[in-house]
């Protein structure tokens, strides 16, 4: 489709084609919109990645593996004395999904001993259960030493991946957040991993739901002491495309997802106004835009489709990673799903491939799907 012709005098004349949404978005939206214009830094073979977030942001780890890059992990399993070989993988460290940019925050404090929040451990069906980390391994610990022993290793790999990281991408999933008196953020309310704590209004506990400001004030803090740590590392935020499971807010989840993402994305806005140097992927866009048609979203309205999945995979890879001549421009078009006879070997390897691109943990759906600890593999 040709550019407008716009009169001489109109400011708009001249600007490039991904400026109209005639030409940047509806004549391309049935071959797939990328909507990445440039990038301030890309990421090399030897660069070492550290990702962490909500559930969305395994999907980049993926991808990175894939690829033949070094996604960093500062974090294994040792047989240690009441630890079980689980949540080891899934983020450099083994600390879980982040889901808000005050968490965030706070595991870079304690890890530090910057902050060292009152609520040390809460009681589980089973054991003893970290309330950072509710979900790392199924039950639990044993004893309380077992879990401060884990917690203390836990940090020192967690230092050495703020420390180490040469790229650190940081998937904002959450505004709303459960916090003790003290202002201690957790990844979810004490109530749904340890039902004998008091009630929300009864006890220490209380919820609330974070604005623009205050989503800035903390990612930019997080920077700063990032910084002192690491002043090499370059930065990489992105927004979760995936709707709120549940609300704890008086008003319908729809509602509730739209805000809270509208925060999360002027929030981002304003820092990479604010830093040339931290760069935006626009994952949210890509799944949740007009362009996309519904097609990147499961039936339950919420689950990023494996195409949605990939085509998100495919623009990172496009713009972010410096994969060599004659490489980079790889198509962004969607992978369809597979097709024929669902017995034929070759055709089942490449379903199972398929369906891992949609395989993440996420412990927001201890939520309506208590279960055990240690976080269930979904697709």
Not at 15 to 25: G, I
Not at 175 to 187: L, N, R, S
Not at 285 to 297: L, V
Request: negative net charge; glycine residues 10%; contains cysteine.
């Amino acid at each position: 489709m040709t550019m407008p012709q716009l009169p001489e005098g109109n400011p708009y004349s001249g600007r490039p084609k991904h400026c109209f949404w005639q030409q940047a978005v509806a004549a391309c939206a049935n071959d797939g919109v990328d909507p990445v214009v440039a990038v301030p830094f890309h990421i090399t073979p030897k660069d070492q990645v550290a990702m962490a977030g909500s559930c969305f942001a395994q999907h980049l780890s993926h991808l990175l593996v894939a690829e033949g890059f070094t996604p960093l992990f500062t974090e294994r399993f040792i047989g240690a004395p009441g630890t079980l070989n689980e949540g080891y993988g899934v983020f450099p460290a083994r600390f879980g999904n982040v889901y808000t940019a005050r968490q965030l925050l706070q595991l870079f404090d304690r890890a530090y001993g910057l902050f060292r929040p009152q609520d040390r451990c809460w009681p589980g069906p089973l054991g003893f259960i970290d309330p950072f980390r509710p979900r790392i391994q199924a039950g639990g610990f044993p004893s309380r030493e077992t879990l401060e022993a884990d917690r203390a290793r836990h940090f020192a790999a967690t230092r050495r991946m703020f420390e180490q990281s040469d790229v650190f991408v940081f998937t904002l999933g959450l505004t709303e957040y459960w916090a003790a008196e003290d202002g201690a953020v957790f990844p979810l309310a004490p109530g749904v991993v340890s039902p004998g704590l008091d009630p929300p209004g009864s006890g220490p506990y209380r919820f609330g739901n974070a604005g623009v400001a205050e989503v800035v004030r903390d990612i930019e803090a997080f920077l700063g002491r990032l910084r002192e740590v690491n002043r090499r590392v370059r930065v990489v935020l992105t927004v979760s495309p995936v709707p709120l499971l549940a609300t704890f807010e008086d008003r319908h989840v729809l509602v509730s997802t739209v805000a809270s993402k509208s925060i999360l994305r002027a929030a981002v806005d304003e820092i990479c106004r604010a830093h040339d140097d931290i760069a935006y992927f626009p994952s949210f866009e890509i799944i949740t835009g007009p362009q996309s048609r519904g097609r990147f979203h499961g039936p339950d309205l919420r689950e990023v489709t494996p195409e949605g999945v990939g085509f998100v995979q495919a623009v990172f890879r496009r713009h972010f990673l410096d994969l060599g001549a004659g490489q980079a421009e790889a198509s962004v078009v969607p992978a369809p799903a597979p097709e024929g006879d669902a017995s034929d070997p070759d055709l089942a390897g490449r379903a199972r491939r398929y369906a891992t691109l949609a395989r993440v943990i996420c412990d927001e759906e201890a939520i309506i799907h208590p279960g055990p600890a240690g976080g269930a593999t979904r697709t």
